[in-house]
């Protein structure tokens, strides 16, 4: 019986022991990673492998611990653009879809995206449609790009819907970075602010009220309220740190649902000034997907129900049903989103002459252009903005403080000095 070398292991994926029989007969024995039993049947039978028997193996389980860090194990938007481009440029250089699927999950970086498109593979394999095989994973590939792959499929031009999927992507991930960017500044100054003053408050406020009691006498106005602000943040202060570490478990948790969204996302569009930020970031991803869509051939109906829900916003995903029955009904496309206050005239307008003109993914396209320009020109005019206002607000705060733990120091010293 032969035995085979075990082959490269990868990271984040199981060993299979396994034996075979070649197509002499002999039975072979070796280990594979892969991400399942499946994945390893099929890469033996490529090789001309007839599999006897694959199991995961036990070796070294009792010492082997995975450690995997919180949101580790998550694809990003960048993973799928950066897979989009590598998969159409290998598609359109004439490569199987077998070949490319394990050139990519070699080459990506997430773990997770590696061992789904080795699924993927298999199941292509077996004679599966791309599309089909991608809708088993929804966790990890959007609405967007499963129906876009299926109508690329059935014209014949899937690098060339690959090409846009990746243009999409990109342009996304560019817009998401530069809001993170612009909101940085402001977020540091603001968690800066609360620690100073939760740090003076317990820490140095006290000291001061001890000297404050022994001196005797009234203290001012501003500085009884500092010492009462003090005396409340040594019970406030525990509780304040759990709801930090609860908070943001529990609105992970309930921030998809519909009662939610539905209470939280119209308020999103009426905050003052990031209100009007939020509203051109959801123009620019409701115009892009539906004109990348509707490029890709997919059925506007269709397209009109996904790009609601890839809005990100109930206010948008609304006015998409609404055009969705005007379209039913023989209606034009853009007559419903004039009853939409989201939707500025500018864009109910340039949707009706893009329509008229059988150039509508053209129109949708500049629409989402020019939203893009305006949420950076938006980005940088509030970054400039808002860093002195945050200065002069954190300097505000901490002067006053100052100031009001001076004020029983001076009023004793003009009675010393009386």
Known sequence: MATMTKAPARTGQKTFDYSVRDRSGKLITGQLEASDVQAVVSRLKSQGMAPVSVKESSAGKGMQMEISLPGGNRVKLKDLALMSRQFATMVSSGLTLLKALSILADQTESTK??????????????GTALSTTFAKHRDVFPPLMIN???????GG???????????????EVALRAKVKSAMTYPVVVFVIAIIAVVAMLLFVVPVFAKMFSDMGGVLPLPTQILVWMSHGMTYAAPVGVVLVILFPVLWKKVKDRRKVREFVDPLKLKVPVFGM???????????????????????ILQSLEIVGDASGNVVIERAAKD????????????????EHAVFPAMVVQMMSVG??????????????EFYDQE????????TSLIEPIMIAFLGGIVGAMIVAMYLPIFKVMDLVQG
């Open 277 to 299: 930020l939020a509203q051109k970031i959801a123009l620019s991803r409701f115009t892009r997907n539906l004109g990348t869509m509707l490029k890709s051939g997919v059925p």
């Open 375 to 382: 949420v950076e020109a938006t980005t940088e005019a509030l």
């Open 157 to 171: 031009f899937l690098d060339q819907v690959l090409l846009q999927l990746a243009e999409n992507f990109e342009s």
């Open 323 to 338: 055009v969705m029955e005007s379209v039913r009904s023989g209606r034009p496309l853009a007559a419903p989103l004039a």
């Open 355 to 368: 329509e008229d003109t059988g150039a509508l993914d053209a129109m949708l396209y500049k629409i989402s």
């Open 113 to 126: 995206l590696a061992a789904v498109l080795q699924e993927c593979r298999a199941d292509v394999e077996s």
């Open 148 to 154: 876009m792959v299926r109508a690329g499929e059935v």
